[in-house]
């Protein structure tokens, strides 16, 4: 999450200094938690098996290449952004846009929660931060991600879960919603209608990344295809590439 003080309202600039140090603790533990993850022994190869980043890197679409190293090899250091985020969005986690933030607002919401429900209604700073947050946790799917974790012997999902029902939580509290997006209508009905053509396409996705994985050295060029239309079907469905 972003740093608290840079694009302050006029009541924000005149009343809100104390809750800069609410807003840089969310930030700072929303950070250590994303880092927890992505920093574990296991992360990496546990992210190459379950999500189709080999086959993203492979896709002739961006103007730069999905790694800044030189060669094919694709690694966590030199991901671009880009292929990152698109990989999670693939297999309907988009960790991205909301993993932390569960972490950050439950360390502050005991005792906090009228001051950030004041935010919330009073400061587009942080309104922004919380709907984007929960439009991309509305378009997350984990029941299908789930799917994906039979390709790994690693599981991380736990994890995951975990932090999306503490974002959960804590956004519903400071929006006073029943549900995710209940304050976006149109957008979170789009979503609903659109998950079941989608989870088709991710069904699919992942037995053919099985077939791929489980295939000898000779994997053909129509395998390979088969994956590419998936990911550019998914990517479709969800109206993002990352």
């Known amino acids: 999450m972003m740093k608290a003080g840079s694009s302050l309202s006029k009541r924000t600039a005149g009343n809100y200094s104390a809750s800069k140090k609410v807003m840089d603790k969310i930030s700072e533990s929303s950070m250590k938690r994303y880092q927890a993850l992505i920093e574990q022994d296991s992360f990496w190869k546990w992210y190459t ?5 080999e086959h993203i890197s492979r896709i002739p679409i961006a103007s730069r290449p999905v790694s800044r190293a030189n060669g094919d090899k694709v690694d966590f250091k030199n991901l671009r952004a880009i292929p990152w985020v698109f990989a999670w969005t693939q ?3 988009n960790i991205t846009g909301w993993y932390g933030v569960g972490t ?3 360390e502050v919401i005991r005792g906090n929660l009228r001051e950030l429900r004041d935010l919330y209604m009073n400061w587009p700073f942080f309104k922004t931060i919380i709907d984007n947050a929960q439009q991309e946790m509305a378009r997350a799917r984990p029941v ?3 799917f994906y974790h039979q390709l790994s ?3 991380l999902s736990p994890l995951i879960m975990e932090e999306i029902d ?3 939580e804590a956004i519903l509290s400071i929006t006073n919603q029943k549900e995710l997006l209940d304050n976006r209508p149109v957008i979170q009905k789009s979503i609903f209608l659109r998950n079941p053509y989608t989870d088709v396409l991710n069904l699919i996705q992942v037995e053919l990344l099985r077939e791929w994985r489980e295939s000898d050295k000779k994997k053909t060029e129509q395998l390979r295809h088969a994956i590419f239309l998936s990911i550019n079907g998914i990517a479709a469905a969800m109206q993002s590439t990352g």
């Open 49 to 53: 098996e379950i999500t189709p980043i």
């Open 91 to 93: 297999i309907r986690y």
């Open 166 to 168: 503490h974002a959960r």
């Open 144 to 146: 299908i991600s789930e």
């Open 153 to 155: 012997r690693i599981n």
């Open 104 to 106: 950050g607002l439950q």
